[in-house]
């Protein structure tokens, strides 16, 4: 600890504030505008050569002491790492984008801080504050704040995009705004779907650039649900899943509770080729691309309505502006102030807006997810009083099921599926008029408008 001790200035700034920590089994390092994940073998590679030719004094004879050589090896290092750990390590609770000095940590309750080239950007009155390692971000736009910066090609391609949908481009903005701040409160995912040439890959570019390519994964949507699928999305603000597929008839059910475990802001467990496992809660937005409505088994519905979607309508195919793109990226800055009014915009209402156009594709998602669901909407209804004999209501799901080409399944997993949709229901067994018990579903009953009849 003593030789950790003495080394400990070279991890720090002229006004003792360190610049590499110990975080979710990895090492951290501010490079001046944010904190990246630093290998370690480059950490051991620069111990090795800063005491390369350390010496140390030992005591010898007559209270006389000599030198001699540190002579680092494996084992020297990885003690002095062990201890370099202790003293620089973070809490693993903790979340970036945070301020590690009491003095920053109103800041961040008061307004979200968006870090530039030139400075952290306070979003509550756009003041630029100094950087600094006591904010401990993930996250740092690749270019300067400039407040007077317009991005007129860019507003004018999302009208195009969606000239009758202002909600769509609202929703966009606010998005963009959302993933520049590092919050993850919103538990959303944005699916755009629509044909090829759309719109949708120029949208993911520019949010691309907006945050920087190194804060960006890409994973595949299949590949979520594999053993080592997450570990891209380690430390990374932002995935955008492209040309997304899955196969209904699948078993998807790992990639589907891996998209509602991220969205929903709970600790994971993350599995890393020969590295220790990273466990916390991943700040990945996910941002999913498709020209069809992805197919998620689902029996309870829930991930339907973890997604803001939006509908492209029009595709540019055979007319695109090859162009296009380089004149966005001129207008990053120009982006960044849009983005900002965005997120302002949803600091104000609360929630990410979800068009109105998109709600129909919203349900048929849900339904195609769980067709339980979409039984329990048309055929039920819900509440304390309702009841109905188990034997009736499977009846009628069988007869809906095979009405809409869905498979009906076992009495046991239609009760499983019922129960995930609503979690109000319990099954019970009163005694009918003749003193036999029934096997009875409360908290559900058919419409009664619907003719049914009990299994024979």
């Not at 998005?175 to 520049?180: D, K």
């Not at 899955?246 to 891996?258: C, I, M």
């Not at 973890?306 to 982006?335: A, C, H, Q, Y």
């Not at 076992?410 to 036999?436: E, I, M």
Request: charged letters at 25%; glycine letters at 8%.
């Amino acid at each position: 600890m003593a030789v950790a001790r003495r080394l400990l200035p070279d991890w720090e700034t002229e006004d003792e504030q360190l610049i590499y920590r110990r975080w979710r089994a990895s090492w951290m390092r501010w490079n001046g505008t944010c904190w990246r994940e630093f290998d370690e073998a480059q950490v051991r590679a620069a111990m090795y050569e800063r005491l390369e030719h350390a010496l140390y004094r030992v005591p010898v004879k007559d209270g006389q002491t000599e030198e001699r050589d540190w002579a680092p090896t494996k084992q020297k290092i990885s003690n002095l790492l062990d201890a370099l750990g202790s003293i620089t390590l973070l809490p693993t609770d903790l979340d970036a984008p945070a301020w590690l000095d009491n003095q920053g940590a109103g800041e961040q309750e008061e307004s979200p801080i968006v870090a530039c080239e030139n400075g952290l950007l306070r979003i509550r009155d756009r003041a630029l504050l100094p950087h600094s390692p006591g904010f401990f971000n993930l996250v740092s736009v690749p270019f300067t704040y400039d407040p007077t910066a317009a991005a007129p090609t860019w507003e004018r391609f999302l009208a195009q995009l969606w000239p009758d949908d202002p909600d769509a481009v609202h929703a966009v903005q606010e998005w963009f705004g959302y993933v520049l701040s590092g919050r993850t409160d919103q538990q959303k995912i944005l699916l755009m779907v629509g044909p090829t040439r759309s719109g949708k890959g120029t949208i993911a570019r520019v949010l691309k650039e907006l945050v920087g390519k190194e804060n960006l994964a890409g994973p595949t949507l299949a590949g979520l649900g594999t053993n080592f699928g997450l570990s891209t999305l380690v430390g990374k603000p932002l995935a955008v899943i492209s040309d997304a597929r899955l196969d209904g008839n699948s078993n998807n059910s790992q990639v589907v509770e891996r998209l509602l475990t991220i969205s929903g802001e709970d600790t994971i467990d993350v599995d890393r080729k020969y590295r220790a496992v990273w466990t916390g809660k991943l700040p990945t937005r996910l941002m999913i691309l498709s020209n069809e409505l992805p197919h998620f088994g689902d029996s309870s519905g829930v991930i339907a309505k973890r997604f803001v979607l939006l509908n492209m309508t029009v595709s540019w195919l055979g007319k695109e502006d090859p162009t296009l793109m380089d004149k966005l990226t001129t207008e990053m800055p120009g982006i960044l102030n849009w983005a900002l009014e965005g997120l302002a915009r949803l600091q104000q209402t609360g929630r990410i807006t979800e068009p109105k156009s998109s709600r129909e594709a919203v349900t048929t998602m849900q339904d195609t997810a769980s067709p339980t669901s979409a039984f329990v909407r048309e055929r039920c209804a819900t509440g304390p009083t309702c009841s109905v004999p188990v034997d009736a209501l499977w009846t009628v799901w069988r007869e809906w099921a095979e009405d809409n080409g869905v498979r009906a399944g076992t009495k046991q997993v239609f009760g499983r599926n019922l129960l995930s949709v609503v979690p109000q229901l319990n099954r019970t067994r009163p005694r009918d008029a003749y003193g036999q018990q029934v096997a009875t579903y409360s908290g559900i009953t058919l419409n009664q408008r619907e003719p049914h009849s009990p299994e024979s």
